[in-house]
């Protein structure tokens, strides 16, 4: 019974805490508070009496101010908080030494990957990719897919998958916006996926903005490469083309085969999505732990998430060393405020109703849980979103937060695995690239056993630690990676869009 009165306090100087199931009015929880109310999974109860303005504190960070007075015992829901400033970007200085935590010994340090020529890394995957221009095109191209997938796939064994990538850019938009760069630069890299194996094929209109010259280099622009459907005389012909282009790839990507890699040959994107106020306690770290170990053993990883790291940005100054890569860190938090600002919105629009649900109050405190998944590595670089990466280690691709738009930038920018943690459950996923999915309580587990991957939530039951969670993480990672292990998006095709990030006006 002890267990179950249980609460959980981030760090000691924390005012609250969360509750790790739902209790009712009147029970005496740890730290002798009486719960006030009904008191939420996942919630915050306050563990003293706290005035109106006084500081909510969880993480050891400010959550927000109370807006009215608030009694020991109480919930503390996000109708009682005022969101704090932002932290200025003006002060920002790169910190000064970077102290990763103590880790074990690596369990790994290779993985079996399929290498690419042009590619410095490597694919998890080997996948037929049909790019496109436009959106137009794509009615046809999931006709020839369908067909493709029935009568050619079979002969090529070796092959994974055929796939459209099916994005809703390319025509009816300001192709010359000085944003338009984010999403061409985007399409234009996905060309270069490391599960793609360096085999382009693009269908085009014929009439869209986004020129195939716009996408494609120079030297790919001939009849190997490229399918204008607006040359074509008709659906059959067209069908046809694609056909025969398809099968002369899939005959190149079928000779690839599967090898012992380092790691460092290795792109990891992590996000996070339907988060919960446990997101920062199993979960979130559990993938950060994981991803020390990554860029311990030569891996590269990505996190992202603009509007999730933003109130925490001083942290991640202070993980990075370089004056030029903390600029740009300022820059692109900078460039995101100035959109939002001309959305007329800011970041009280994150959280969402399903976080507000899970316990999360602010974007402060979703911001907390968040950051907690890069782990303590330093940052050796920042990307602008759909960019891809130069140096190895730890990266932080700027995106949007929103989970099919941060995972189609993190594919863009090159992914070959990612791993999305959830704490209320979604079952995104993407054809591209295998994602693991981490959960931050066990009942959730339990509700969703055929959607969820790895359960973190053993780190609040004591079953594990979080040592021990990090380097399940860190296996599943290398095993899914490696081809041996498939996550429940891949073996039952749960996949979600290609969402390519636009910030450019559509006309
Ligand atoms: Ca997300």
């Not at 009816?172 to 085999?199: M, S, Y």
């Not at 992590?270 to 950060?288: I, L």
């Amino acid at each position: 019974m002890e267990a179950l009165l249980k609460t959980v306090k981030v760090d000691a100087r924390d005012n609250v805490a969360i509750l790790t199931r739902d209790l009712p009015k009147g029970t005496l929880v740890e730290n002798d508070v009486l719960l006030w109310e009904d008191i939420p999974q996942s919630h915050k109860v306050a563990l003293e009496d706290i005035p109106a303005n006084g500081k909510i504190i969880r993480y050891h960070v400010l959550l927000g101010y109370a807006k009215t007075a608030i009694k020991k015992g109480q919930w503390i829901n996000e109708d009682l908080l005022i969101l704090p400033k932002a932290p200025s970007l003006n002060q920002l200085r790169p910190g000064n030494h970077v102290k990763r935590r103590d880790l074990p010994p690596l369990p790994r340090t290779t993985f079996e990957g399929y290498r690419n020529s042009k590619n410095e890394f490597a694919g998890t995957r080997n996948i037929l990719a049909i790019h496109t221009t436009v959106q137009c095109v794509v009615g046809v191209l999931n006709v020839a897919v369908r067909k493709i997938r029935k009568e050619i796939l079979p002969r090529y064994p070796h092959v994974d998958d055929v796939m459209v990538v099916n994005h809703a850019y390319g025509c009816g938009v300001a192709i010359n916006a000085p944003d338009a760069k984010i999403p061409i630069r985007a399409l234009h890299h996905l060309l270069e996926h490391p599960n793609f194996g360096g085999e382009v094929m693009v269908v085009a209109l014929g009439c869209e903005k986004l020129r195939p010259e716009m996408m494609m280099g120079p030297e790919l622009i001939n009849s190997e490469n490229l399918i204008v459907l607006q040359d074509f005389g008709g659906f059959q012909e067209m069908l046809a083309a694609i056909c025969a282009m398809a099968e002369k790839k899939l005959t190149k990507l079928n000779e690839r085969r599967r090898e012992t890699l380092p790691l460092s040959q290795l792109l990891v994107g992590m996000q996070c999505g339907g988060s919960d106020a446990f997101s920062g306690v199993t979960a979130n770290p559990s993938a950060g732990f994981a991803s020390d170990l990554l860029v311990a053993a030569g891996a590269t990883v990505m996190f992202s998430e603009v509007t999730e790291v933003r109130d925490g940005v001083e942290l991640l100054a202070d993980r990075i060393t370089s004056a030029p890569v903390c600029d740009k860190l300022v820059s692109e938090m900078r460039w995101y405020d100035q959109y939002l600002d001309n959305g007329k919105v800011d970041r009280s629009a994150n959280p969402t109703p399903g976080n507000k649900k899970g316990g999360l109050s602010t974007i402060v405190e979703k911001a907390m849980g968040s950051i907690a998944k890069s782990g303590t590595s330093e940052i050796v670089e920042v990307l602008s979103p759909g960019e891809i990466p130069t140096k190895h280690g730890l990266i932080y691709a700027a995106t949007p937060a929103s989970d099919f738009v941060c995972g189609t930038m993190q594919m863009c920018s090159g992914a070959a695995v990612q791993v999305f943690v959830t704490g209320r459950g979604t079952p995104y996923g993407l054809q591209a690239l295998p994602v693991i999915k981490l959960c931050t309580r066990s009942d959730l587990k339990q509700h969703w056993d055929d959607i969820i991957d790895i359960d973190a939530g053993a780190i609040l039951t004591g079953e594990k630690t979080l040592a021990e969670m990090g380097v399940d993480v860190f296996n599943y990672i290398v095993d899914v990676a490696s081809g041996t292990k498939k996550p429940f998006t891949e073996t039952y095709h749960i996949y979600n869009d290609v969402c390519v990030f636009n910030p450019a006006p559509i006309t």
